[in-house]
């Protein structure tokens, strides 16, 4: 148990066997551990994400609503590519993440939800860090070609190639390179040259709010931080706002 226990630990930070480290195998069942890594994505319960999804799409504003429907299109068309929603604090930025979790889950979809800190990630359901989902190396900003260490054909591997979307929330906070990481693994895992390896990513955030940390950095230098981003979707109101304009317009 204590080896199977240490090979999976092992499997996810450098996508290896205990082989690879000249430790004794363990025995188990064919493919348990590929299984552990891949039901965790995809064992949501359909009832509850169903009533997730259900009751959150009532209540979007129709500014809300417009993205979403955009957005969810954009997955169930396979698109690809790379957006931005651009919301500041309150404007129902983790609102709209966890409907559209639940829209993709409630189909048995692997829909990937991280976030640049642990505190943003504990409020996205089955979210994690970036730096754990996809095993960002500490040194990240030093290399000339950042890369992470998953290995392609490794469990992980199997669920960023089958996955449908990937969210990363308070991306404003993570340093260019580690999007450069994570493209080159996208690219290597799910064996495409397309933006993110083919694979629709949100990123979500306010620049106003928070920027990439440089220490003793010059403006210049957290410019050069911040990723490029193709196209960007915007929630302008918080739910208060739009309900206090929905009344005084019903009251005139
Ligand atoms: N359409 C809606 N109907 C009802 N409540 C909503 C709706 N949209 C957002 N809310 C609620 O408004 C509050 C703020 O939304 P949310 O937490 O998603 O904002 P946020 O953009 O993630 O904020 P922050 O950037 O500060 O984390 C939450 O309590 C959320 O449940």
Do not use: W
Request: glycine content about 6%.
């Amino acid at each position: 148990m204590a080896l199977i226990n240490l090979e999976d630990i092992i499997a996810s930070i450098y996508g290896t066997s205990l082989e690879n480290h000249s430790l004794p195998v363990p025995t188990r069942q064919a493919d348990k551990r590929k299984d552990k890594e891949y039901s965790r994505e995809t064992n949501y319960s359909c009832k509850e994400q169903g009533r997730i999804a259900g009751a959150n799409v009532k209540k979007l504003t129709p500014e809300q609503s417009f993205i979403y429907n955009d957005f969810t299109q954009k997955i169930q068309n396979g698109q690809s590519g790379l957006c931005f929603l651009d919301a500041p604090g309150g404007c129902s930025k983790t609102f709209f993440i966890e409907t559209t979790l639940a829209s993709q889950r409630v189909k048995g979809s692997i829909a990937i939800a991280t976030a640049s800190t642990g505190l943003a990630a504990t409020l996205l359901p089955g979210g994690r860090t970036v730096h754990s989902t996809f095993k960002v190396p500490l040194n990240i900003i030093n290399p000339e070609t950042p890369s992470c260490s998953i290995k392609k054909g490794t469990a992980l591997s199997r669920v960023l190639q089958d996955a449908s979307v990937l969210i990363v929330d308070e991306a404003t906070l993570l340093h260019r390179n580690v999007f450069e990481a994570i493209v080159t693994t996208l690219k290597d895992t799910r064996s495409s040259s397309e933006v993110m390896g083919g694979l629709l990513t949100l990123l979500c955030g306010d620049f106003q709010q928070i920027l990439p940390v440089i220490r003793q950095g010059t403006r210049a230098n957290i410019v050069d931080a911040l990723s490029q981003v193709i196209l960007t979707l915007e929630i302008s109101q918080t739910v208060q706002t739009h309900n206090k304009h929905e009344s005084s317009a019903a009251s005139r």
